[in-house]
């Protein structure tokens, strides 16, 4: 299985909105609503922040948001705060019952 | 609150064997509700998925792992355990373990704290 696509980096400044790519195939990404968005501070265990592509967990803050089109989901960070800077991660369920990663956006909030 | 908790040894010899057991509080390992997982994290690359396990028994592990990778469960401690054969080099990483769900479509929703591995001589 192939990592999903996603942009090596992201930059915003504060209050702006950003998007963070990641695209599969109709095995992974396409055919399924099983894409989950994780966020990771240096040296921190990974943070889940969307789950079923459009999902909030529990205290997730609603300036994230997700989507999908196809073979491709979004991740979109509105009204960008300092602390937002981090790596960001996508992950999918796939047709084989595996998950497979994004190989990762850092965030850089200018 | 759900936590996790990684241990095991923090070098590991090449071609010898990685164990790790990751110990779950403040919930059951035997709900039906529930996977357990590992992932790895090779320093400064992304997040690589090991393999998950059901409480009973049931396993599904990345391609790429296949035939070195073994996962169970201990629903008598509340834990679970992966082990990495003939180790080298490339396995040396933070190995995560997590917990998802069929509900969070597989989003794993928490982790433990990670623990370093070296796989050296």
């Known amino acids: 299985q192939s990592d999903l696509t996603q942009p090596a980096s992201v930059s915003g400044s504060p209050g702006q909105s950003i998007t963070i790519s990641c695209t599969g195939t109709a095995t992974d990404v396409g055919g399924y609503n099983y894409l989950s968005w994780y966020q990771q501070h240096p040296g921190k265990a990974p943070r889940l922040m969307i789950y079923?592509?459009?999902n909030r967990p529990s205290g997730v803050s609603s300036r994230f948001s997700g989507s999908k089109s196809g073979n491709t989901a979004s991740l979109t960070i509105s009204g960008l705060q300092l602390e937002d800077e981090a790596n960001y991660y996508c992950?999918?369920?796939?047709?084989?019952?595996?998950?497979?990663f994004g190989g990762g956006t850092k965030l850089t909030v200018l | 609150q759900v936590q996790l908790q990684e241990s095991g040894p923090g070098l590991v010899k090449p071609s010898q064997t990685l164990s790790l057991t990751c110990t779950v509080s403040?919930?059951?390992?035997?709900?039906?509700?529930?996977?357990w997982t590992w992932v790895r994290q090779a320093p400064g690359k992304g997040l690589e998925w090991i393999g998950y396990i059901y409480y009973s028994g049931s396993t599904y592990y990345n391609p790429s792992l296949l035939g070195r990778v073994a996962l169970s469960v201990d629903t008598s401690k509340n834990q679970f355990s992966l082990k990495l054969t003939s180790v080298t080099a490339a396995d040396t990483a933070v190995y995560y373990c997590?917990?998802?769900?069929?509900?969070?479509?597989?989003?794993?929703?928490?982790w433990g704290q990670g623990t370093l591995v070296t796989a050296s001589s």
């Open positions: 079923a592509v459009s």
């Open positions: 997590a917990r998802t769900a069929g509900w969070l479509r597989f989003g794993f929703d928490y």
């Open positions: 992950s999918s369920y796939t047709s084989t019952s595996t998950v497979v």
């Open positions: 403040g919930g059951s390992i035997s709900s039906g509700d529930y996977y």
